[in-house]
């Protein structure tokens, strides 16, 4: 077993050891104050601080503003196969533990949050759906392929590189059978008892919104549910749908701006519940058809917003919040007295507390009174790292409208 050698040394400025030392997994290119040796995007260096001190093994790409990713803070540590096997089976462990009995797709390795900067992988029944988000994590994919597969004994294992954060590391998009034999498709896993055809090679993400798995089952509750007019928006293959048809809803109302989405989400629905003639599939922006609805007096009793990221970047920051809240605001004016929002954001960049604000500013607009039931957040196979607040992305709300 080789161990690889590190083939440079980032020293970084004084002051700037502090994130480091706190765990912080990234070092951003302005906390460099100089590098030494010859390396090429992917390798392995040393961090060390100003006067010289040991802070961490990274892998490097300096091309990329996060120039470099650390691997570990043990200086003995050394980066080998053995190292990567035991992070792995780390993130096993850790999902063992997990409330995943009626679950065939989850989350198996979350990047940074599982001391995997870069590795994202998923699992959907007996095949491994693995992102590489960086050079680092790029080139040795295939070792890391072979290490899944000797830790999880999966049928096969896809590459799914097609997050266009990828073009931030210099990497083209990637797709393909990394190991073993294709899925079938479509594949039909299990999500908390229900079933869902899942496309794993053309599905967003890996195929799936694994992190939402929590969230359908508290906001589509049978008590929530069960006879009532659902407002399913930015619906994607029917995730909430299926559970709230399960649970004995009455109409819901399935809005994406994606035909092929709509159609797996029917398919979904059907397979969970027989009879459902008064579902309706809107194929179209979620913005103009809502405002048809408030113009059309159209009532719900339970709104579902659970749009795609809107902050990119912190320049979108202000754009994206105008557009929370006009989503808000258009769902809070279609609730009927006493109806339920379950509202979500999964840009990182607008936190929790920003998005609670958002939401208020909403209510006050449409001038309603609103409870906050509950928090919601990703699911616990993607993990939130407490050295490493990025790694929360996902919040939600689970709000009750006044009467
Ligand atoms: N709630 C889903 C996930 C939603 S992902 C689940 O539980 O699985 C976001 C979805 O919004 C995607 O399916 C995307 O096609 C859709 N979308 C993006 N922009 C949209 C828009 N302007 N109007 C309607 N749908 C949109």
Same mark, same amino acid.
């Given at each position: 077993m080789t161990t690889e050698l590190t083939t440079g040394v980032l020293t970084l400025k004084p002051g700037r050891e502090k994130p480091v030392l706190n765990r912080h997994p990234w070092v951003f290119s302005g906390a460099v104050h100089h590098s030494d040796g010859r390396y090429q995007p992917g390798d392995l260096v040393t961090i060390v601080s100003k006067d010289g001190r040991f802070l961490a093994t990274a892998y490097v790409n300096p091309h990329s503003q996060i120039r470099a990713r650390i691997?570990?803070? *043990?200086?003995?540590?050394a980066i080998n196969d053995d190292f990567w096997q035991r992070r792995l089976h780390r993130a096993h462990r850790m999902r063992q533990e997990l409330d995943l009995d009626q679950t065939t797709a989850y989350r198996l390795v979350n990047a940074e949050a599982d001391g995997l900067p870069g590795l994202i992988v998923d699992r959907y029944n007996d095949y491994l759906v693995m992102q590489c988000l960086t050079q680092g994590i790029d080139r040795r994919k295939k070792r890391l392929a072979e290490l899944l597969a000797a830790e999880w004994q999966p049928a096969g294992i896809l590459e799914r590189s097609d997050a266009s954060v990828r073009a931030k590391e210099g990497l083209p998009e990637e797709n393909g059978l990394l190991w073993g034999t294709p899925p079938p498709d479509p594949l039909l896993i299990q999500e908390n008892g229900h079933t869902f055809a899942v496309d794993l090679s053309g599905g967003h993400k890996t195929g799936f919104?694994? *992190?939402q798995r929590v969230n359908r089952a508290i906001v589509c509750a049978p008590r929530h549910v069960a006879g009532k007019e659902i407002l399913n928006v930015f619906a994607y293959t029917g995730g909430f749908a299926v559970y709230a048809a399960a649970h004995g809803a009455g109409p819901i109302t399935n809005i994406d701006s994606s035909l092929d989405v709509l159609e797996l989400a029917e398919q979904n629905v059907l397979r969970a519940a027989a009879e459902r003639p008064s579902d309706e599939y809107l194929l179209g922006d979620a913005f103009m058809i809502l405002r048809d609805f408030r113009d059309n007096g159209r009532q719900f009793d339970v709104v579902i917003l659970d749009p795609p990221k809107f902050a990119h970047s912190q320049r979108d920051l202000e754009r994206a919040a105008r557009g929370y809240k006009d989503l808000n605001w258009l769902a809070l004016r279609l609730l009927r007295p006493g109806g339920l929002l379950a509202t979500f954001s999964?840009?990182?960049?607008?936190?929790a507390d920003l998005f609670q604000k958002i939401v208020f500013s909403a209510a006050v607009d449409a001038g309603r009174d609103v409870q906050i039931l509950q928090p919601l957040a990703q699911a616990p196979d993607h993990p939130v790292l407490l050295s490493f607040p990025e790694s929360a992305y996902l919040k939600g709300l689970l709000c009750r409208v006044g009467e």
């Open positions: 691997l570990s803070w *043990d200086a003995n540590e919104y694994l *992190d999964c840009s990182g960049l607008v936190s």
